[in-house]
């Protein structure tokens, strides 16, 4: 019989950023009993997802072993990490452990999808731990863009592990722990078999700058201000809703928060002890009786979300509240690769009213959640695993987050969604490559990617839809002409005649001279009718529409 293993395997979260997903498991291979580390979600765009809400990873793989998963662990409570745990819950069933203000988001949305708000269990930080199975896990407090975020100290027959989760090195974050490097040497002292290590700023060669950096600097910039000052930034990043409302506070100014999702988290962090002494603020209905110039909102929408504040006080008034020329915007945030053209459309939208844009591009009003290049040099240092592997980024991330822990002496490991690593022993070895994707949550319906619903969606956006009907008697003859429906295709073509009456005498002319055997066969006269179109309108209008047949016969 084969030895019991260890293994670790990304379900989603490397090889991109966001929908992090990843398996631990110990036993017999085959037989492992397995814990998930966070179950988050990615976001639609319209270029390749038109129309879906959410995106996480496929979790069929999981979903088949459920009766051999513990529990899910939840590292800290920014979407790509917790977003996806209420929408998978019914098909994993397992408990759910987190730290108090994650353990507080993920049971609102386990409310929200009308599921136990129990399977949700809080653990305090380390040197608490969890016992499920054959692991132990604490949680140990790192610093980053939202409060209590926890690397997970994982224990096994095998060895110590330590999953970084998101993570900085803060000394005064401003709200929630500091970097404690002792604790954390204290961790490592008794050896550590791996770090599966964040790798977003792989690339970033200075060191990372702390949260307190920034209150000066936006505190100067809303003093100077003359009308209205609004700023936005992550609804997570408690630490900076609390400087911008502060900053705020200073320069004399009455705080709105708006948009559902700060007031969010800012109700949750309150209710878990960690904001105790947050700005005084006023609701959007006080702030219309306030001079503008006593007022500062900080809103919802720094990544250009249609239906988020921003976008709406770009567009016009929100909640009685309007820019006018001469208010101030800042962006205290940075733009996730992807969502630039959001955020210029809302720009330009806010220059077309006078309002002037503050961005990040001074590198002032904003500082990162994650380690830079040295402070992953550090971690490395501090821990002194026998092998480091990357999460949390894209390919390239990944690959010169491996080199990096090469060139310390160490072994690196690259290993991107679907690759199952065993960490037994001293020498880590890919065993296996299990099938990933995503799933889509389009509507209220889960779909897989290679469903093909989204893959008809953007062509029918890229090339048009017609629909052909056509009626035959029951002698199997056309009974009329046939007659057609466009949808997101110009009216007239080259020919200058309208498009529908070209397609429509074409296809005539084809049901005119078509044998028999083809007008019985609903298969040959659909397949033929469509090759009939798309050549039609590639010559009429360069374009090769999506095609739906109708065929209708008289019994």
């Not at 504040?309 to 800042?330: H, I, N, P, T, V």
């Not at 904003?366 to 821990?383: F, M, Q, T, W, Y």
Request: with cysteine; aromatic share 6%.
């Amino acid at each position: 019989m084969s030895s019991e293993r260890l293994i670790y395997l990304p379900l989603g979260g490397a090889g991109e950023i966001g929908m992090n997903a990843y398996v631990y498991g110990y036993g017999q291979p085959g037989q492992e009993r397995l814990i998930l580390v966070d179950l988050g979600v990615t976001f639609p765009d319209m270029d390749t997802t038109p129309g879906v809400d959410l995106i996480y990873a496929d979790i069929s793989w999981l979903r088949e072993r459920a009766d051999r998963l513990e529990a899910v662990f939840v590292t800290h409570a920014h979407e790509d990490h917790v977003g996806a745990v209420a929408h998978c819950y019914e098909a994993l069933g397992a408990p759910i452990y987190a730290r108090a203000f994650t353990a507080n988001i993920a049971r609102r949305k386990m409310e929200e999808h009308g599921h136990p708000e129990d399977a949700v269990h809080t653990v305090s930080a380390w040197p608490e731990n969890v016992t499920v199975g054959p692991f132990t896990v604490g949680f140990l407090p790192v610093s980053h863009s939202i409060p209590e975020s926890a690397a997970l100290v994982i224990d096994t027959p095998a060895g110590r592990v330590v999953h970084s989760g998101d993570f900085k090195l803060d000394a005064n974050p401003v709200v929630g722990e500091p970097f404690d490097p002792e604790l954390w040497a204290s961790v490592a002292k008794t050896g550590v078999k791996a770090l599966i290590c964040d790798s977003t700023n792989v690339f970033s060669p200075h060191d990372g700058r702390s949260e307190a950096e920034v209150g000066p600097e936006i505190t100067k910039l809303v003093e100077s201000a003359e009308g209205m000052v609004v700023a936005t930034t992550f609804a997570s990043n408690v630490a900076r809703v609390k400087t911008l409302a502060e900053a705020g506070q200073r320069a004399g100014r009455s705080v709105v928060l708006l948009g559902r999702a700060m007031r969010r988290m800012i109700e949750a962090a309150t209710e878990t002890g960690i904001l105790s002494d947050f700005p005084k603020v006023i609701s959007a209905e006080e702030a219309v009786d306030v001079p503008r110039q006593n007022l500062m909102l900080i809103v919802t929408g720094s990544q250009g979300e249609r239906r988020a504040a921003s976008a709406q006080l770009a567009r016009g008034k929100y909640r009685g509240l309007e820019l006018k020329e001469g208010d101030l915007f800042l962006f205290s945030s940075k733009t996730i690769p992807g969502n630039e053209r959001g955020v210029i459309f809302i720009i330009n939208q806010l220059s077309e009213k006078g309002v002037d844009v503050v961005d990040d591009s001074s590198g002032l009003y904003h500082v990162s959640g994650h380690a830079n290049r040295p402070d992953l040099e550090k971690v490395h240092a501090l821990i002194d695993p026998q092998v480091v592997i990357p999460m949390h980024g894209e390919h390239r991330h990944l690959r010169e987050h491996t080199k990096l822990a090469e060139a310390g002496g160490r072994t690196g490991v690259l290993a991107i969604n679907g690759t199952m690593v065993d960490l037994t022993g001293n020498a880590p070895k890919v065993v296996d490559y299990v099938e990933t994707g995503r799933t889509y949550l389009d509507g209220t319906v889960k779909i897989g990617a290679l469903d093909g619903v989204v893959r008809d969606r953007i062509r029918m956006a890229l090339n048009g839809h017609v629909t052909v009907t056509v009626i035959l008697d029951e002698e199997d003859e056309p009974l009329g002409e046939p007659w057609c429906d466009t949808m997101g295709l110009p009216e007239t073509g080259t020919s200058r005649a309208a498009l529908v009456e070209v397609l429509e005498e074409d296809l005539n002319q084809f049901l005119m001279r078509a044998d028999a055997k083809t007008l019985r066969d609903d298969d040959k006269l659909e397949e033929a009718m469509r090759r009939i179109v798309r050549q039609t309108a590639r010559a009429e209008i360069g374009k090769k529409p999506e095609v739906t047949t109708v065929i209708s016969r008289m019994k």
